[in-house]
């Protein structure tokens, strides 16, 4: 049921991914902004429609558009949306929203590197080929201005951004001092943890960013704030964020002690301790798999736990210190 929280509300949109459905938010202010846009499919424009109906509002009422990422579910939708109205976002967004080929070069030579490093088979190459598709969303536009930390939200004062990387490097949560209300995207969500996603670097030549460990210190960011209501990107409102914060925290911790344990004597690749721990999923869920494992190695290295040893061919495997 779509309705008004006072000066916001929230508008489930259906995906055909597994995370179901995703939010994108009205809020009212001195311009009437959308917070996400859903995936660019009918159902999805549907579904939009009605809810802003049951706001008495129509597509053409939106004055402003900001993604808090640029993954397809948050953004596809854009383009139903007036063509001339602000879309506003953090400045990582535009090498996936212009998607260049030159873009998409890098990319893909990043992931094969980056497979050779993780000890990824050759025969699995055609699957690393299909995290291409990654870069598709759907959308036509490109943002028409950026957001940064510590930004006002135009038209909305005494709203905030704040730079949350780890989900991905466009990540921004929006936050209201005044009541700690906070537009919270995929950074915290009720149900699951998100996937620190590989992505790489912004600036050619620089290393990887640690997705699991960016991810982990935007929590503790925003768990240092007057938190009140948190509306995630998927699901429903968190009302109460902090002891959740500290929960995926913990998870995450444990999650990579288990990794730490496999790990024993034995020098081991990510794609080993990928199939080790998922051993029905990393198949079909290839990029997803391999990133939660490399954000468990990543988190176990930087507490000094494991060390790389590279091999000739440019293999790294991990033992314990
Ligand atoms: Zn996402």
């Known amino acids: 049921m779509t309705e008004w929280n006072n000066d916001l509300a929230r508008i489930a949109i259906p995906t055909p991914f597994a995370v179901g459905d995703v939010n994108a938010f009205v809020l009212k202010g001195d311009v009437l902004t959308l917070i996400d846009t859903g995936i660019k499919t009918p159902e999805s424009e549907e579904a939009i429609k009605a809810g802003l ?19 397809v579910d948050h953004v596809g939708g854009v383009d139903f949306f007036p063509e ?7 400045t990582n967004n535009n090498p996936w929203l212009e998607n260049s080929e030159q873009f998409t070069g890098e990319y893909v030579e990043f992931f094969l590197a980056l497979a050779k490093e993780m000890g990824v088979p050759d025969n699995y190459r055609s699957l690393f080929g299909r995290l291409k598709n990654n870069l598709k969303v759907h959308s036509s536009r490109v943002l028409t201005g950026t957001l940064k930390e510590g930004d006002e939200i135009p038209g909305h004062p005494g709203w905030t951004v704040l730079e949350t990387p780890g989900h991905a490097e466009s990540h921004i949560v929006l936050f209201r001092e005044e009541d700690g209300a906070m537009f919270g995207g995929d950074l915290l969500l ?21 997705s699991q460990l960016l991810l982990n210190q935007s929590l503790r960011k925003i768990a240092g704030l007057p938190l009140g209501v948190v509306y995630a990107g998927h699901g429903n409102p968190i009302t109460d964020p902090k002891p959740l914060i500290a929960k995926r925290l913990q998870s995450q911790h444990e999650r990579a002690m288990r990794v730490y344990g496999y790990l024993k004597q034995q020098p081991t690749t990510v794609f080993e301790m990928t199939k080790i721990l998922f051993p029905k999923k990393y198949e079909n869920q290839f990029g997803l798999t391999l990133s939660e494992t490399l954000g468990q190695f990543d988190y176990l290295m930087d507490s000094g736990l494991i060390f790389g040893e590279e091999t000739p061919d440019g293999t790294i495997y991990h033992t314990k210190q």
């Open 53 to 71: 109906k049951a706001l008495g509002l129509t597509m053409r009422d939106i004055e402003q558009i900001i993604i808090t990422h640029h993954h």
């Open 84 to 90: 001339n109205i602000p879309f506003l976002g953090h």
């Open 190 to 210: 009720a149900k699951v943890s998100p996937n620190p996603l590989i992505e790489p670097p912004m600036e050619e030549g620089q290393s990887r960013p640690k």
